[in-house]
């Protein structure tokens, strides 16, 4: 046999070899994302949760993410139609389906981290909520909240007697009711649109979070800030998936991602707001915005309204088993709780 005949059988030897050999398929969660390139939730969540299910499952599981596939209003139709096997969704979005995920937005008048309120949130979700079942045809892989929710304007705002009227950006949920309760003019727009609305004069002002004012450029269109302590109000979020993804996942490794996710994955949701949240101020003060408190008096304002706008909640979606004070009670004791815990910090990955 000749040199080229003995090279051409070897290279059939190690290829039958190879065929022989058991292959691992590595199965791919496709996430829809938005927010921009450089939100947290792509620079710090999505890589922090891949590199969470990767190791997890030895490398079996892992994450692609895909931006742009629709707007924030549409993730989760994208999820429960299987055009993405997972994304994020603001559940003021969604008016109607979402109820009980006011919970956590109704303002406490305190300081405290969104990542406690997430873990808070995802306990109180689990313990309360989640028999609800408003997430029906969908895993609920994680809750959030964002950081407090203030007040952007292009003209500076010292009273809420100056609100009155305003063009003010709002985007469902208890924001919306606040804004109704405050005589603004409520305009409902996504965060990504924001700038433009506000550029174009479209719009007064904008109900949104510190996060915002870097991630969606409006510290650069809206330079001052009305703020209350904790924050006029917070956001609800959930991380979503397509049950019909566990179909491609092994019971071992679909156990491995749950133990990372839930709470896990509900503080780094949170955490990454926090982070947000600094920068955002952070690039507002260079560029030389105002921020202004709200007056007691207007506090006191905000108080009654708020104390109204829980009880209407509480009577509207409290049924059956569903205690919803209670539930809300639960939620804010377990802040204190929550906040106690070790920060996720230590295991976030960041691009």
């Known amino acids: ?145 964002h950081g407090p929710g203030q007040i952007f304007t292009g003209e500076k705002v010292e009273t809420f007697d100056q609100l009155a009227g305003k063009r003010m950006r709002v985007g469902g949920g208890v924001m919306t009711d606040l804004a109704e309760h405050l005589e603004l003019t409520g305009v409902a727009l996504p965060p990504t649109g924001v700038y433009e609305a506000a550029s174009q004069g479209v719009i007064d002002g904008a109900m949104l979070t510190l996060e915002g004012l870097r991630s969606f450029r409006v510290a650069e269109v809206l330079p001052y800030t009305l703020t209350v302590d904790g924050g006029f109000y917070r956001g609800s979020f959930a991380i979503i998936m397509n049950p019909m993804v566990w179909d491609r996942v092994s019971a071992e490794d679909r156990e491995a991602i749950e133990g990372i996710s839930g709470e896990s994955l509900s503080r780094l949701f949170g955490y990454m707001m926090d982070v947000a949240d600094q920068r955002g101020v952070e690039f507002a003060k260079e560029l030389g915005n105002t921020f202004t408190q709200a007056s007691e008096e207007d506090i006191a304002m905000l108080k009654e309204i708020s104390a109204e706008l829980v009880e209407q909640w509480a009577d509207k979606v409290g049924r059956g088993d569903l205690e919803a004070r209670e539930a809300l009670e639960f939620f804010r004791s377990e802040l204190a709780v929550a906040a106690e815990a070790e920060s996720i910090e230590p295991r976030v990955v960041q691009q």
């Open 1 to 145: 046999m000749n040199k080229s005949a003995r090279l051409i059988m070897g290279a059939m030897s190690v290829a039958g070899m190879a065929f022989s050999l058991p292959t691992l398929a590595q199965t791919t969660i496709n996430v829809s994302s938005w927010g921009g390139p450089n939100h947290g939730i792509n620079t710090i969540v999505w890589p922090t949760w891949k590199a969470w299910i990767e190791e997890a499952t030895e490398g079996r599981v892992t994450l692609q993410v895909t931006e742009d596939l629709g707007p924030p209003d549409a993730q989760m139709a994208l999820v429960a139609d299987g055009v993405a096997d997972a994304s994020w969704i603001f559940h003021g979005h969604m008016p109607g389906r979402f109820e009980l995920t006011k919970l956590p937005e109704f303002p406490t008048f305190e300081e405290f981290s969104s990542e406690a309120a997430s873990a808070a949130y995802w306990r109180t979700h689990q313990e309360y909520l989640a028999q609800a079942n408003e997430h029906r045809g969908l895993e609920v892989m994680a809750v959030g909240v």
